[in-house]
């Protein structure tokens, strides 16, 4: 099984960007998808996150939901077992801890189908 580690999160001003790291480790990145999630304050850890993003295994093929298309863009680097989120245009709204999960099979909006999930990795945009 993969295991998954988040970082690259912090405290950043509307209108800034940050980038994203899912760091694998474990057999065969390159065969799971991957997407990204978010849980906005508040919320009780594990429920309510919200779809962003998600990447096939391949590289080839992505969606976006629409909170964060034009703004955030979802990638990945086979060869260094990671995956990667960019996030650009930063409203105070993109508050949240952001998660990446990974699946073999699974390219869907649901959180329930991402069998493997990082720890989340804080994300703070100031007004």
């Known amino acids: 099984q993969v295991q998954l580690i988040e970082s690259g999160g912090g405290l950043v001003q509307t209108g800034g960007s940050l980038r994203l790291s899912c760091a694998a480790s474990?057999?065969?990145?390159?065969?799971?998808?991957v997407a990204w999630f978010r849980q906005a304050p508040g919320k009780e850890r594990g429920k309510d996150r919200e779809?962003?993003?998600?990447?096939?295994?391949?590289?080839?093929?992505?969606y976006y939901s629409d909170s964060v298309k034009g703004r955030f863009t979802i990638s990945r680097d086979n060869a260094k077992n990671s995956g990667y989120l960019q996030m650009n245009g930063l409203k105070p709204e993109d508050t949240a801890v952001y998660y990446c999960?990974?699946?073999?099979?699974?390219?869907?909006?649901?959180?329930?189908?991402?069998?493997?999930w990082g720890q989340g990795t804080q994300v703070t945009v100031s007004s």
């Open positions: 999960a990974a699946d073999r099979t699974t390219t869907g909006p649901l959180d329930w189908q991402y069998d493997y």
């Open positions: 779809f962003l993003a998600w990447i096939r295994s391949s590289g080839v093929g992505t």
């Open positions: 474990g057999p065969s990145f390159s065969t799971y998808n």
